[in-house]
């Protein structure tokens, strides 16, 4: 996986986002030079997360690529979208899964 190899292992700044619940739900947001990753992972229980992008620094357009859980255990959903800091993500979690997206400006 592209975005998975991208990950570095330095980061310039690190975000923990609102939806961050203890033993529940962790999710984090982390900068590398221009470049935001997002991190969010689930507990025992599968839920559906909110998370709001105003991490993502001005008022530009953001090429996110998005992994997600899907239905069938080790699957995932990869997407490319264009978002903006002023979008929302919902994420529907499996139990124990979580979710990876790699945000990198529009020029």
Do not use: C
């Not at 002023?86 to 945000?103: C, E, H, I, K, T």
């Amino acid at each position: 996986m592209d975005v998975i190899k991208s990950i570095p292992s330095v980061w310039d700044e690190t975000v923990v986002l609102s939806v961050l619940q203890i033993s529940d739900v962790a999710a984090f947001a982390r900068r590398k030079g221009n470049t935001w990753f997002l991190a969010v992972t689930a507990g025992p229980v599968a839920k559906t997360v909110r998370v709001d992008l105003s991490f993502l620094g001005g008022e530009g357009t953001w090429v996110a690529t998005l992994i997600r859980d899907v239905d069938k255990a080790a699957a995932v959903r990869i997407e490319h979208v264009t978002l903006r800091r002023s979008d929302s993500l919902y994420l529907d979690l499996n139990s124990g899964g979580g979710f990876v997206g790699r945000f990198i400006p529009f020029r």
